[in-house]
């Protein structure tokens, strides 16, 4: 049987099955990442697959807050997570 994971989306707190969200990691060599495998250990946030909770991190500057100082560029490999899900 499948063990249900939960998780809470950082922007709208919401709990979701770990499926419905986006893993965003801070590696130990301090680069902020979306999660590509499951070993990648260190501090992490989750958020939604929804637009809003994006544009909501964006403008919050969540990513940054929360796992420390990010580039600009976390924001789109979030965007192309997101897309890769949608099509
Ligand atoms: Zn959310």
């Known amino acids: 049987m499948e063990k249900k994971v939960i998780r809470m989306c950082a922007v709208c707190r919401e709990h979701k099955d770990?499926?419905?969200l986006i893993k965003i990691v801070r590696e130990s060599s301090?680069?902020?990442s979306v999660e590509k495998d499951k070993r990648t250990n260190g501090?992490?946030?989750?958020l939604c697959y929804?637009?809003?909770c994006l544009n909501k991190a964006i403008k919050s500057n969540l990513i940054s807050r929360t796992l420390g100082?990010?580039?600009e560029n976390i924001y789109e490999e979030i965007k192309l997570?997101?897309?890769k899900r949608e099509n």
Not at 43 to 46: A, D, E, L, P
């Open 69 to 71: 100082a990010a580039d």
């Open 81 to 83: 997570a997101q897309n």
């Open 18 to 20: 770990r499926s419905e």
């Open 30 to 32: 301090g680069k902020i």
């Open 43 to 46: 501090r992490s946030v989750y």
């Open 50 to 52: 929804s637009p809003e």
